[in-house]
C-alpha cells in the first residue's frame, strides 16, 4: 500500500494517492475480488502542514474463484472433448476476473483455428456465481466451415524470386488451414528483412478451400555504410561497407567492409544465406585478410572459413566452423634468444565449435541482461595444419540496474588457453594472448600486462584472465561517468593456468558520450603495485565500451 501510494517516494501529492488508489482496486480484481470497491483517498495534515496521513477505505466483497467450463458446440467439429478441456484446464480453481473469461475464449479460438476453422466464434453463453464466489461459465463455440489452402499466389515481389518467397510460406496448397502456420509465415517473411509490409489475402475458390494470396512491398536491398573510429593504440580508424541483402532475388545476401588506420588494416568478402536448411541455420562463406602492427611484432593474416549458425531457441546460439588461414609475422621486435619457433609463418587449418547466449537490449550499449560465449578450436596436421593446438576462448557479460536508468553495474570475465598438441612444441608470437590496453586491464598500454623477454618487449603466453567491475552512473543528456577496476594476467604455459601467476590490477574513473555507432570513452586508469618494468597507468581514448 505505502509503495503504490507513495509512487516510490518520499513526498505526497494528490495525483499519485488517487493513483495509488486505482492500483489497489486493480490489484484486488486481479486476484478475483471483482466486485472490490476503492473509496477515494483521505488525507489529514498535521499542524505544520509537512505531513501528511492517507487513508484508504477498501471494500472487499466476495472473491471469486473459477469453478467449471462448459462448451456447446454449434455443428461437428471432430475435435477431441480433452484437447477443448485443455483451454482451461489450467485456470479451475484460481482467482476469476474479466481478464480470465477473455483468455479461455481466446485459447477455444485458438484450437479450433489452429485444426482448420479460421471464422471460428467463441461467446459467452452464460456464467453464474454461488454466494461464496465459485464462478461457472459456458461458452457457445461456432466453428464455422472447415478450410484448407487453395492456390498460392504472389504480389509485388518485383525482384524476390517466387521459390524464395513461397518457401518462406508454411501454408501448402491442399494442407489444411491453421492459424499458426498464418502467424508463422507473416514472422518469416518480416524476418526475411527483404519486405517493408506482407499482408495475406484469403477468397473463397469453393466449398471448404480459399486461395491465398500474399501481397508483398519490398524494402531496399542495398545497403552501405561509413564509419570512424578510434583507439588509444591503434589511432584513427574508418570503416566501410557494403552488403546487398538479396542476391539475384534469392534471399542470400552479399558482404564487403573493411577497416584501414594507421596501425592496421582488415577486409573481408562473404555469401550468407539465411536459410540453409530451414529456418534457423545460416551458412557463411568468408576470405578475409588483414595486418596489424603489435607493439613488438606485425601480424598477418589470409584465410577463409565457412561457418553454420544455428538459432538453439531464445537467445540461445550455437555455431560450427572450418578455417584454414595464413598466419605471418614480420619485423619481430623480440629477444634472439627466443625459440625460433616462437617467429614462424605457418597455415592454420582448424574446426571451430561455439555456443552463445545473449539477453542484452541493445548491441552498441547495452543496458540490461548478460551475454556469454564459449569456443573450442582445434588445429590438427590431420586437417592440413602446420601447426596444432587446442584454444578455448570463454566470457560472460553481466549488466545490472543500481537505480532504474541512472545507475549501472557491469561485470565481464574473459580467459582463454592454447594447448600446444601433437609435434607442436611452442606457439608462434602471433597465436598467443596479450593483455593490457583499452579494453582488457586499462592501467596497462597495450600488449604490456604479462611475460616480456630480457628488453622489456612482450612476448604474450598460452593463458590469460581478465575480471572487470564498472558502474556506469548517466550525469545528463548523454554524457555518462564510470568507476572501474580491472584484474588480469597472461601466463606463459597454460599448466600454469589455474595457478593465477602474475595478476595485475587497474583502478579508475572513466567519461563516456554516446553516440550512435556506441559511446566515446576516455578512461585513466593506476597501477596500484607497479613491477619493474610496469607503467604506473595509462590513459585510454577509444570509441566503444570496454566490454
Known amino acids: 500500500l505505502g509503495r503504490v501510494l507513495g509512487d516510490g517516494t518520499r513526498w505526497y501529492s494528490e495525483r499519485s494517492a488517487r493513483r495509488g488508489a486505482r492500483e489497489i482496486e486493480r490489484s484486488y480484481a486481479d486476484r478475483g475480488w471483482t466486485d472490490c470497491v476503492v473509496d477515494a483517498p483521505e488525507v489529514v495534515f498535521d499542524a505544520s502542514g509537512t505531513r501528511a496521513e492517507v487513508t484508504v477505505h477498501v471494500r472487499e466483497g466476495i472473491r471469486y474463484r473459477l469453478a467449471s467450463v462448459a462448451v456447446e458446440i454449434d455443428g461437428a467439429s471432430g475435435l477431441d472433448a480433452e484437447l477443448v478441456r485443455g483451454a482451461w484446464a489450467g485456470d479451475v480453481g484460481k482467482p476469476f476476473d474479466e481478464r480470465t473469461r477473455v483468455e479461455i475464449g481466446g485459447r477455444i479460438e485458438q484450437l479450433f483455428a489452429d485444426r482448420g476453422y479460421p471464422d471460428v466464434r467463441a461467446e459467452l453463453a452464460s456464467r453464474a456465481a454461488t454466494t461464496e464466489g465459485a464462478v461457472s ?118 558482404l564487403v567492409d573493411g577497416t584501414a588506420g594507421a596501425l592496421a588494416w582488415n577486409g573481408r568478402g562473404s555469401l550468407v544465406d539465411p536459410w540453409t536448411f530451414g529456418r534457423d541455420t545460416t551458412a557463411e562463406l568468408s576470405v578475409f585478410g588483414g595486418q596489424r602492427e603489435e607493439p613488438s611484432f606485425q601480424r598477418t593474416e589470409l584465410g577463409s572459413r565457412i561457418q553454420l549458425t544455428r538459432s538453439l531457441g531464445e537467445h540461445w546460439e550455437g555455431s560450427a566452423a572450418y578455417q584454414y588461414k595464413f598466419s605471418g609475422i614480420d619485423e619481430v621486435d623480440v629477444d634472439a634468444l627466443l625459440d625460433p619457433a616462437l617467429t614462424d609463418d605457418v597455415d592454420i587449418s582448424s574446426v571451430t565449435a561455439a555456443l552463445a547466449h545473449d539477453t542484452r537490449d541493445l548491441v552498441f550499449d547495452p543496458t540490461r541482461g548478460e551475454s556469454s560465449r564459449a569456443s573450442v578450436e582445434v588445429a590438427t596436421a590431420v586437417l592440413g595444419s602446420e601447426l596444432d593446438f587446442v584454444r578455448v ?151 566503444g565500451l570496454a566490454f
Open 137 to 254: 461459465l459456458v461458452f457457445r463455440v461456432t466453428p464455422g466451415p472447415l478450410v484448407h489452402v487453395g492456390d498460392v499466389t504472389l504480389r509485388g515481389n518485383d525482384s524476390t524470386q517466387d521459390r524464395f518467397v513461397k518457401s518462406r510460406i508454411a501454408l501448402r496448397r491442399g494442407g489444411l488451414y491453421t492459424r499458426a502456420h498464418e502467424r508463422e509465415t507473416l514472422a518469416d517473411l518480416y524476418r526475411t528483412g527483404l519486405f517493408e509490409t506482407a499482408e495475406l489475402h484469403w477468397t473463397p475458390a469453393a466449398d471448404g478451400v480459399r486461395d491465398l494470396e500474399v501481397e508483398l512491398k519490398e524494402a531496399p536491398s542495398l545497403e552501405t555504410w561509413l564509419e570512424p573510429g578510434y583507439g588509444s593504440y591503434e589511432r584513427a580508424r574508418v570503416s566501410a561497407g557494403l552488403r546487398e541483402r538479396n542476391l539475384f532475388g534469392t534471399g542470400r545476401a552479399f
Open 393 to 543: 576462448r570463454a566470457s560472460h557479460t553481466s549488466l545490472v540496474r543500481l537505480h532504474e536508468d541512472e545507475t549501472l553495474l557491469a561485470i565481464a570475465f574473459r580467459t582463454g588457453w592454447i594447448v600446444p598438441t601433437g609435434g607442436t612444441q611452442e606457439i608462434p608470437l602471433q597465436e598467443r594472448f596479450f593483455n593490457g590496453g583499452e579494453s582488457t586491464v586499462r592501467s596497462f598500454r597495450e600488449d604490456h600486462l604479462g611475460p616480456r623477454d630480457a628488453d622489456g618487449t612482450p612476448i604474450g603466453g598460452e593463458a590469460y584472465n581478465v575480471l572487470s567491475a564498472e558502474i556506469r552512473q548517466r550525469l545528463g543528456g548523454r554524457w555518462r561517468a564510470a568507476l572501474f577496476v580491472d584484474a588480469g594476467n597472461v601466463v606463459t604455459d597454460h599448466s600454469d593456468y589455474f595457478e593465477l601467476r602474475g595478476v595485475r590490477y587497474g583502478v579508475g574513473v572513466g567519461l563516456r558520450y554516446s553516440l550512435p555507432i556506441g559511446p566515446l570513452r576516455l578512461d585513466a586508469a593506476l597501477n596500484p603495485d607497479p613491477e619493474a618494468g610496469e607503467s604506473d597507468g595509462a590513459i585510454h581514448l577509444s570509441l
